[in-house]
T-cell receptor
Framework: AQSVTQLDSHVSVSEGTPVLLRCNYS??????LFWYVQHPNKGLQLLLK??????LVKGINGFEAEFKKSETSFHLTKPSAHMSDAAEYFC?????????????FGSGTRLSIRP | EAGVAQSPRYKIIEKRQSVAFWCNPI?????LYWYQQILGQGPKLLIQ????????DSQLPKDRFSAERLKGVDSTLKIQPAKLEDSAVYLC????????????????FGQGTRLTVV
């Protein structure tokens, strides 16, 4: 069965400094991994996805994530935070090859940006 | 391309009343999901459809929640009777692929319906 753990419920960084949001997953099969962002009172938007191609995945708005199978991690990073990045971020896992396959969300990390 | 449409956007009901939510997925998407997102938590999958068949409803409280996807397109989610703890945002999502087709693409989400039970 799949599961996903977001290690930080809240991360606060200063504008212009790097962002690191941590995610660990568990999957019985080859997983697909996603990061979604949710701004207040708005829908969920896909940031980036990993589906067994390149392990370093680039997404929108300067975000990227690296799939590390040995560490079962898929951390989200951005070199320089912007005020507009303040939002809730969800790490998501899904896998194929299982009749119980489904999309599982982490509990979320709230990113705050200090001026 | 039109996105996932949900209605209503907001609903306030008293406990023990019934309520229904509607979702129209992206055209051509075979897989449809309903999620419940309680304030401060990540979305929890309630039910997953592949066309008009149920793939997973293991976390759906079947004594009060029901969902259907007639003709494999639109879907409705119903709660009857509602409880205070049902207050949440109900998200509908759709995706093009599924494990049945051997591929998996990302899910596209609607804006959600915010339900308040008083």
């Amino acid at each position: 069965a799949q599961s996903v753990t977001q290690l930080d419920s809240h991360v606060s960084v200063s504008e212009g400094t790097p962002v690191l949001l941590r995610c660990n997953y568990s999957s019985s099969y080859s997983p697909s991994l996603f990061w979604y962002v949710q701004h207040p009172n708005k829908g969920l938007q896909l940031l980036l996805k990993y589906t067994s191609a390149a392990t370093l995945v680039k997404g929108i708005n300067g975000f990227e994530a690296e799939f590390k199978k040995s560490e079962t991690s898929f951390h989200l990073t951005k070199p320089s935070a912007h005020m507009s990045d303040a939002a809730e971020y969800f790490c998501v896992v899904s896998d194929l090859g299982s009749s119980a396959s489904k999309i599982i969300f982490g509990s979320g990390t709230r990113l705050s940006i200090r001026p | 391309e039109a996105g996932v449409a949900q209605s209503p956007r907001y609903k306030i009901i008293e406990k023990r009343q019934s309520v229904a939510f509607w979702c129209n997925p992206i055209s051509g998407h075979a897989t449809l999901y309903w999620y419940q997102q309680i304030l401060g938590q990540g979305p929890k999958l309630l039910i997953q459809f592949q066309n008009n068949g149920v793939v997973d409803d293991s976390q759906l409280p079947k004594d009060r929640f029901s969902a259907e996807r007639l003709k494999g397109v639109d879907s409705t989610l119903k709660i009857q009777p509602a409880k205070l703890e049902d207050s949440a945002v109900y998200l509908c999502a759709s995706s093009l692929g599924s494990w049945l087709t051997g591929s998996h693409t990302e899910a596209f989400f609607g804006q959600g319906t915010r339900l308040t039970v008083v």
